[in-house]
C-alpha cells in the first residue's frame, strides 16, 4: 500500500490490549471497525447446533440489512455462556454504540476463543474508551492482530475491481488456524468494500463466494461455535453504487469470490501444526455433493493427512478413505494422481517405479491429489493440511 494510502474508503480502525486472555498482557486482544455511513450488511454464521452468544445476535442484526460497526474480540468465544453471555455482548455493544452515538442495533459482535467461560466484562468495558479514541482509517492490521488465537499471522486480503460507476476496492481480514471444517470453516472474517451493494445481491455473492472458500478448506473436521463471516459495503456517503448490468454485477461477483478465497488459503496455510497444504481434487462424481463427500472424507482421515506429514505416497489409505464417503462408484474404474504422477488408473496400481517421483511431490508444501470416479461429471475440491505432532501438542494444552 501507498504510504499515506488508505486501505479503503468509509472505515476506520481500532484495537487494544483488554487482558481478555490473562490480565496485564499487552497484547492485542479487541477490536473495533466503523463505518462512516450506514453500510449494507450480508452474513454467514455457523452451522454447528451449539452456536456462541455473537452468534445469536448477529443473525438477528444482519436481517436489517444495514450495519455501522464491528466489535471483535479473541481470548474468549462467549459460547455456551447461557443468558449472561447473550446479555454481556449486548452490554458492550451498547456502551460502544453510546461512545460513538450510533444505534448499538447496528454493531455486530464477534468472538473466538475458549469456549465456557464469561467475558471479562469489567476489563472489556474499560477498554472501550481508548478503543473508541484510536479509531483510525490506517489501522486494519491491528484489527487482524486482535483477531487471532492459535493463529501464528494475520491474514488479510485487498482487491480491486471496476463496475462501470468507477473502481472499487475490497479489504477483507479473517482468523483461523483450528477447529476448522466446511459448513462454516472455523473462523471469523470481515470484508469491506466502498462499493454500495444492495443486501440481496450482497449475499446472493457472499453464499456463493463462501461455498468455493471457507466451505471448501478443513484442517480437522471440527466446526466452531463462533463461525461468522459478514460483508459490510459502502461504508462512506460518498460510495459509487454497483450498477444493475450483469457486467458491474460479475464485476463484484468474481472479485469478492477472489477476495474469499484468497483469505481461506491463508487460514490452511496456517494450519495449527501444518507443514503442508493439499488440494484434494474429485472429478467423475455422480453429483457435486458426491463429488464434495469423497473429497471431505479424504482430506479429513487422519491416516491420509498423516500420510502427508510423513511424505509417504500411501495410494491405500486415500483409496480407502474415498470408498467409506458414502458415494456409489465402481473402485475398478478409479484414477489416482499424486501432483502429475500417476499412481492408479482404471483401479489398477501403475506399473513400474512411480513410488520416488510421487514421494518427490510431497517433499513440497503444497501438492495435488487427484481422485476420478469415473461414475459422473461432477467434481469438487477442498483445501487440507497434514496431521502433525505440533497439532495434538497446540491443542492439548489450548486452555493453560
Not at 448477529?58 to 450495519?67: A, F, Y
Not at 468495558?125 to 484510536?134: D, E, F, S, T, Y
Amino acid at each position: 500500500m501507498k504510504q499515506g494510502e488508505q486501505p479503503i474508503q468509509g472505515f476506520k480502525f481500532s484495537a487494544v490490549a483488554a487482558g481478555i486472555k490473562k490480565p496485564g498482557t499487552a497484547k492485542l486482544d479487541i477490536g473495533l471497525i466503523v463505518s462512516e455511513a450506514p453500510a449494507t450488511i450480508a452474513g454467514l454464521t455457523t452451522t454447528n447446533l451449539v452456536f456462541a452468544a455473537p452468534v445469536s445476535i448477529t443473525r438477528e442484526r444482519v436481517t436489517k440489512g444495514i450495519c455501522r460497526g464491528v466489535l471483535v474480540n479473541s481470548g474468549n468465544a462467549n459460547a455456551y455462556t447461557g443468558e449472561r453471555g447473550i446479555r454481556d455482548a449486548l452490554d458492550l455493544t451498547r456502551e460502544v454504540a453510546e461512545a460513538l452515538v450510533i444505534d448499538a442495533d447496528l454493531i455486530i459482535p464477534m468472538s473466538t476463543g475458549v469456549i465456557g467461560k464469561p467475558l471479562p466484562v469489567d476489563r472489556m468495558r474499560a477498554a472501550i474508551p481508548g478503543l473508541v479514541r484510536g479509531l483510525d482509517p490506517y489501522q486494519h492490521m491491528d484489527v487482524a492482530h486482535a483477531m487471532m488465537t492459535t493463529d501464528t499471522r494475520p491474514k488479510t486480503v485487498r482487491l480491486e475491481g471496476v463496475a462501470s460507476a468507477g473502481h472499487f476496492k475490497i479489504l477483507g481480514m479473517c482468523k483461523g488456524s483450528g477447529m476448522i471444517a466446511p459448513n462454516m470453516a472455523t473462523m471469523l472474517a470481515v470484508i469491506l468494500t466502498d462499493i454500495k451493494v444492495e443486501p440481496s445481491f450482497l449475499r446472493e455473492c457472499l453464499i456463493d463466494a463462501n461455498e468455493a472458500s471457507f466451505n471448501s478448506v478443513t484442517v480437522d473436521g471440527d466446526t466452531s461455535t463462533n463461525d461468522t463471516v459478514i460483508v459490510l459495503s459502502g461504508g462512506s456517503p460518498a460510495s459509487i453504487e454497483l450498477g444493475p448490468t450483469s457486467s458491474d454485477r460479475e464485476a463484484f461477483r468474481s472479485v469478492l469470490s477472489r477476495a474469499c478465497s484468497d483469505l481461506a488459503r491463508q487460514i490452511v496455510l496456517d494450519g495449527e501444526g501444518a507443514t503442508k497444504v493439499v488440494e484434494v481434487r474429485v472429478s467423475g462424481a455422480p453429483d457435486s455433493d458426491a463429488a464434495f463427500r469423497v473429497a471431505r472424507t479424504i482430506a479429513e482421515s487422519p491416516l491420509v493427512k498423516t500420510a502427508f506429514h510423513g511424505e509417504d505416497p500411501n495410494w491405500g489409505r486415500i483409496i480407502c478413505a474415498a470408498g467409506r464417503a458414502g458415494v456409489t462408484f465402481d473402485p475398478e474404474r478409479i484414477d489416482l494422481y499424486i501432483g502429475d504422477v500417476p499412481i492408479v488408473k482404471n483401479g489398477l496400481l501403475v506399473a513400474g517405479d512411480w513410488e520416488p517421483s510421487a514421494h518427490k511431490v510431497m517433499l513440497s508444501k503444497e501438492f495435488t491429489v487427484v481422485v476420478d470416479l469415473k461414475s459422473g461429471s461432477a467434481e469438487a475440491r477442498i483445501f487440507t493440511t497434514d496431521l502433525s505432532e505440533e497439532y495434538v501438542i497446540i491443542n492439548a494444552d489450548y486452555r493453560s
